[in-house]
C-alpha cells in the first residue's frame, strides 16, 4: 500500500530571479503530521503557497495520490483534491455565533444564503456536533465569535477548515500568539485530526513541534536543509548552525 499522500519533487519558484523555493523535496505520508520549520523568509509559506495552488510554480511536481496537482487552480486544489488551509491568524466572521461559522463553512460558504431551502437537518446537525468535539467549542457555540479569545478564535478556525472535509490540513502557525495552555491544548486538537487526516503544520514553537511531529522538515534558503524526527532534526549539525546565526 502507498502510504505517501503528497509527493513534491523538485519543486522551485523564483520571483525576479529571487529562489524562495528551490528544488524542494518532500513526501508527506497519509495520517501524518508533517511539521515544516526554519527560519523567516526560508520559505515555509511559499512551499505551501505552491501546494494550494496560489502561486503557480516555476519548475517541478507536486504529486496527490500520483497526480500532477502543480499550477492548478486553488478552487480546484480545494475541492477535488480536498486541501484545506488556515492561514496565520484568525479569520472568521465576527457578528456570528460559532456555530454559524462552522455552519457557513460546512455547507460551502454561499449556499446556506442562496438556497432556500436550507435546513439543519439532523446529519448536519452531526457533523457540526463532531466538528465543535474536535475543536472543543461545543459549549461555546452559542457566542458570538467577536467575544471569544485569541485561542478560542483560532480553534474556530481550524474547525471551519475541518468543516469542509479536507484530506490534507495545512496549517500556518496554529499557535502563534497563544499562552503555553492554548499552545499545549492545539497540540493535542491536531493530534486528534490525524490518522483520518494528513496534515501539515508549520511551526515556531519547539516544544509544540516535539508534542504533534511524526516528521520534520526544516528550510532554509529555499531549500531542505534537514528532515526526520524531532529528535534528529534538533541534534542536525547544520540546523543548530543556522538556528544559531538567526
Ligand atoms: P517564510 O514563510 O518561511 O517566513 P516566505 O515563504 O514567506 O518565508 O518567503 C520566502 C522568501 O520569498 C522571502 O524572502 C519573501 O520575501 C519572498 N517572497 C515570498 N513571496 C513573494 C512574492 N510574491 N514576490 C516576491 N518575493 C516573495
Ligand atoms: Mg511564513
Known amino acids: ?12 519558484v523564483s520571483f525576479s530571479g529571487f529562489h524562495a523555493v528551490s528544488k524542494v523535496n518532500l513526501q508527506v505520508e497519509k495520517g501524518k503530521i508533517h ?24 519548475a517541478g511536481r507536486i504529486l496527490y495520490e500520483g497526480e500532477n496537482i502543480a499550477g492548478k487552480e486553488p478552487s480546484v486544489i480545494a475541492s477535488k483534491y480536498r486541501i484545506g488551509r488556515k492561514f496565520q491568524g484568525p479569520n472568521v466572521f465576527d457578528n456570528m455565533t460559532v456555530y454559524e461559522n462552522i455552519e457557513i463553512a460546512l455547507t460551502g460558504y ?13 446529519k448536519v446537525k452531526a457533523q457540526m ?14 457566542r458570538m465569535a467577536v467575544e471569544l479569545s485569541h485561542g478560542q478564535r483560532q480553534w474556530l478556525e481550524i474547525g471551519m477548515v475541518i468543516a469542509q472535509s479536507p484530506n490534507l490540513i495545512i496549517l500556518d502557525e496554529p499557535a502563534a500568539g497563544m499562552t503555553d ?35 520534520v522538515t526544516v528550510l532554509h534558503q529555499g531549500r531542505v536543509l534537514a528532515e526526520g524526527s524531532f529528535q534528529e532534526v534538533k541534534e542536525n549539525r547544520e540546523v543548530i548552525r543556522v538556528y544559531l546565526q538567526d
Open 1 to 12: 500500500m502507498n502510504t505517501v499522500l503528497l509527493d513534491i519533487q523538485d519543486l522551485s
Open 35 to 58: 511539521v515544516i520549520i526554519g527560519p523567516n523568509g526560508a520559505g515555509k509559506s511559499t512551499l505551501m503557497d505552491l501546494i494550494t495552488g496560489k502561486t503557480k510554480p516555476t
Open 110 to 122: 454561499t449556499s446556506i444564503w442562496k438556497a432556500f431551502s436550507y435546513r439543519r437537518t439532523d
Open 129 to 142: 456536533k463532531n466538528v465543535l468535539d474536535l475543536v472543543q467549542l461545543y459549549d461555546q457555540k452559542d
Open 181 to 215: 495552555t492554548e499552545t499545549y491544548k492545539t497540540g493535542e486538537m491536531v493530534k486528534g485530526l490525524a490518522g483520518e487526516h494528513t496534515l501539515i503544520v508549520i511551526e515556531h514553537d519547539m516544544d509544540f513541534v516535539e508534542q504533534i511531529a511524526d516528521k
